[in-house]
């Protein structure tokens, strides 16, 4: 456990003993106010390890003392979303709801939840169609059709939810990132590559930014980790936003400006095999064999270790074989 939770552990045991030995019945307002200071930091502490039960436990505590604690719903809302089941879901769906409009973090929260509803939906309509889900409606089609219709709804609004965080925090990550999606799940490529664009944009400055800091004077070995892992994590969602970008152009016949996107790809993750075949799939569109088959070759290289029956692999030999017969064709070498 990181020492700032271990503190507030024995902070709030300490508190606790005042209060129960020999203390008042109630804690006065000051003792009551450190307690649902110490569960607030316990919470997010727990939350930030992914330690979901916990602290959904130290949020409930702390509610138990001040109900309308506006930090400590947030923290349970976003416990609830992290956590991702469809009763956690709904839950997490109400706590924002009745947080303020106005507040960026209910805004990207609410959103993040209605987007995950909708595509719990999306595949409730889908399984019933296909006879994966058996449902007591008396009409299946129509049951499927009103999760999709629900769904829709739900990404509505959630797009809402996005475009209202921008507008109190402009430029913001998690809203530009959750545009991308949404836009994406409602048919709206062009929406969905144009706020890419942005993120994009976005990323990459602040990528640079954690790397210039790993080279600044004096860094302490606390900061060195703590600006690695952020550069990581930016580098993670570039590449993340890249591959969709690429999908969206690859849909749009656009196979050079996918290139790009592949080729950024590969810049920031060398040894992601799949871009290298989606790569080689864009120039051969092109005619751009030599390049094509490097690009096959090196995908089997990283791919050492699957099975000649896996379909990726089987895929990439017949890729292979009719990028080699049509160089010849064409006289290329």
């Known amino acids: 456990m990181p020492r700032n939770a271990t503190l507030a552990s024995l902070s709030l045991l300490c508190l606790l003993s005042c209060v129960t030995s020999g203390g008042p019945a109630e804690p006065s307002k000051e003792e009551k106010q450190r307690l649902v200071e110490i569960h607030k930091e316990s919470a997010q502490q727990y939350l930030n390890m992914g330690e979901l039960d916990r602290a959904e436990g130290q949020v409930e505590k702390g509610l138990a003392l001040e109900p309308d604690n506006k930090k400590l719903q947030q923290i349970l809302g976003k416990t609830l979303l992290k956590r991702g089941r469809s009763e956690d879901l709904m839950r997490a769906e109400k706590v924002f ?47 499927a059709d009103e999760f999709e219709k629900r769904a829709l709804a739900y990404l509505t609004e959630s797009r809402t939810c996005y475009e209202r965080s921008l507008t109190q925090k402009p430029d913001n990550v998690d809203g530009l990132n959750g545009l991308v999606r949404v836009e ?15 993120l994009i944009t976005l990323l990459r400055a602040d990528r640079k930014f954690w790397e210039a800091s790993l080279v600044r004077p004096e860094i302490s070995a ?29 849909q749009k016949q656009q196979e050079q400006a996918a290139i790009e996107h592949l080729d950024a790809v590969i810049e920031l993750k060398p040894d992601l095999a799949s871009a290298y075949s989606r790569r080689a799939e864009n120039r051969m569109a092109l005619s751009q064999y030599v390049e094509a088959k490097s690009d096959l070759d090196t995908f089997l290289r990283l791919s050492t270790g699957k099975s000649a029956n896996d379909p990726d692999i089987m895929r990439a030999y017949q890729l292979l074989g009719d990028c080699m017969r049509k160089a010849r064709d064409a006289g290329v070498h």
């Open 97 to 143: 709801r009745a947080g303020d409009p106005q507040d960026f973090q209910i805004s990207i929260g609410l959103g993040a939840t209605l987007e995950r509803l909708a595509i719990l939906h999306r595949e409730s309509a889908a399984n019933i169609r296909s006879g994966k889900h058996l449902t007591q409606a008396a009409d299946p089609k129509l049951r």
């Open 184 to 198: 994406a799940l409602l048919g709206d490529n062009d929406a969905s590559l144009g706020h890419a664009e942005k």
């Open 222 to 250: 606390d900061e060195e980790n703590r600006f690695r892992k952020l550069s990581r994590v930016q580098a993670e969602l570039e590449v993340a936003i890249h591959l969709h970008m690429a999908t969206l152009l690859d």
